[in-house]
């Protein structure tokens, strides 16, 4: 089961986070900027030249620390199918270097164009009797929010393609209380009826770790809920954005985590793609500054999870 990987990954490193590769041109030195746009002119193609090259980069100095990498599909579908090209490249060069990837694309459909979303990301595309994989990633953030119609066709292609996804269930972001803490009939919020379904969808994609392959998206922002669902769903893995940037900690997170120090694995994006600039260093060293940032998250991390055992 694909999360298996990322757990086994996970110890082997003694490191329970993910590198958020969500790039802005705004983060990369000017330098890599001026290259790509000297070689392919100052447009889309430059720009997602630029990206690329800041991104291996990124994970020629990670790959050894951080378990996992999670680009965001819109930071690379804003600039076209030049950006989905990145992606594509980013994806292969992150699965080369031994990185999980997480894919995040949150998507939402039913019926076939699920199946088509999975197999984009996930799966295998067929063309004229011969299979054929689009983007590669290990893991798939989608919306669970029409229901299981949503979700089987994913789970379909993780058991046939050894795949895992992470599903929304109490996302980081300050309005998310306003649709996921209503309370339903009975008085349970939204968030704990998604995350009790993320358990019973992960009967599915049972793993040998005790973990399914069906995640829960749950933020580091709001730690007592966090503390909450960890208690409630036993075999459901988090993926827990909001740490750095969006204000959580390392206590914030902590709750995500089991007695083996296992559960979770803890989001950053701007922290460490935007190392450099926080250090005031030279624009040259951006890529060992995002390690630096990458090495200081995980001894925090740890400092208060302790070793993990499988």
């Known amino acids: ?115 088509a979303y999975a197999a984009a990301h996930l799966g295998e595309t067929d063309v004229e009797g ?41 996302t980081s972001n300050k309005s998310s209380g306003e649709i996921q803490n209503q309370e339903l009939t009975g008085g349970d919020t939204l968030y704990y009826t998604m995350g009790m379904m993320c358990e019973r969808w992960g009967e599915q994609l049972k793993g040998k770790y005790g ?17 909450e669902l960890r208690e409630c769903l036993p075999r459901t893995f988090f993926l827990v954005p909001g740490y750095g940037a969006q204000g959580g900690g390392a206590k914030d997170v902590l709750p995500a985590f089991d007695k083996n120090g296992l559960g979770a694995v803890v989001n950053s994006s701007r922290g460490i793609l935007c190392a450099w600039q926080k250090e005031g260093c030279a624009p040259e060293d951006f890529a060992q500054a995002a390690r630096r940032e990458a090495i200081r998250m995980r001894d925090e991390i740890m400092g208060l999870v302790g070793k993990i055992t499988l």
Request: hydrophobic share 40%; proline share 4%; with cysteine.
């Open 211 to 227: 973990y399914s392959g069906v995640g829960a998206v749950v933020g580091a922002t709001y730690p007592a809920q966090l503390e």
């Open 1 to 115: 089961m694909s999360l298996d990987r990322l757990i086994e990954a996970i110890v082997q490193k003694q490191n329970p986070t993910v590198a958020g590769l969500d790039p802005k041109l705004s983060y990369i030195p000017e330098y890599l900027r001026e290259q790509a746009y000297q070689q392919h002119g100052k447009n889309l193609f430059g720009a997602a030249a630029a990206i690329l090259s800041y991104n291996k980069q990124l994970i020629d100095a990670l790959y050894d620390v951080v378990p996992a990498i999670k680009p965001q599909c819109a930071y690379y579908e804003m600039y076209g199918w030049q950006g989905m090209k990145t992606l594509t490249e980013t994806i292969a060069y992150a699965k080369e270097k031994g990185m999980f990837v997480i894919t995040d694309g949150k998507r939402n459909d039913i019926g076939t164009t699920m199946e």
């Open 130 to 170: 011969q299979a054929f994989e689009a983007f590669g990633g290990d893991a798939l953030t989608v919306n669970g929010y029409l229901g299981s119609d949503g979700i089987t066709p994913v789970i379909d292609v993780c058991n046939k393609q050894d795949k895992g996804m992470f599903v929304l269930v109490k």
